[in-house]
């Protein structure tokens, strides 16, 4: 039973857990690779996700989950930051990371580029402005993107610009 069914269930007897616990809950997977399936949850919270963080949630979650069992076969439990790049999927993260350095990765290439590098300055509706390195802005719908992720680009001499 995998997909957006399993991923809702799931999401929905996390998130008064990780809510509980003082975490965002950031986003949650459910995919096989090889012959595993990997239920990832992943939180994070104001000044950083510890590995206490992480351990917590796994032991509050993991007896609910068995409970609920919504998801029939066998997977592997983990629980993590979303990283220092983490991927923008929901409209929240996009509004949250407004004035920050992204990488834009187009499905389809524009102009023979299918990688942008730049500071994302607005996300309406599912369109996605980012001001590029040499000045210029480029507007994408988010459905034309492989993936949007914050970028490390120029973080030494990076300021939140808007």
């Known amino acids: 039973m995998a997909g957006k069914n399993t991923v809702r269930r799931v999401e929905d007897i996390v998130r008064p857990i990780a ?6 809950l950031w986003d949650i997977t ?4 090889g012959t595993n399936w990997y239920l990832r949850i992943f939180i994070d919270k104001d000044g950083g996700v510890s590995i206490d963080d992480c351990v917590a949630l796994t032991h509050a979650v ?6 609920a069992d919504p998801i029939a076969q066998s997977y592997m439990l983990e629980v993590s930051s979303p990283g220092v790049e983490r991927e923008l999927k929901k409209e929240r993260h996009f509004e949250k990371y407004t004035g ?13 580029v299918r990688d942008f590098h730049g ?15 040499d000045g210029k802005e480029i507007t994408v719908d988010k459905k034309d993107t492989s993936h949007v992720k914050l970028d490390d680009f120029d973080t030494d001499n990076f300021k939140k610009e808007i």
């Not at 809510?19 to 965002?24: I, K, Q, R, V, Y």
């Not at 993991?62 to 409970?67: S, V």
């Open 100 to 112: 920050y350095p992204v990488m834009l990765r187009m499905i389809r290439p524009i102009d023979g």
């Open 119 to 133: 500071v994302m300055t607005s996300y309406k509706n599912g369109s996605i402005t980012v001001r590029l390195k």
């Open 30 to 33: 459910f995919t096989k690779e």
């Open 19 to 24: 809510d509980s616990l003082s975490l965002d």
């Open 62 to 67: 993991t007896k609910p989950l068995d409970d």
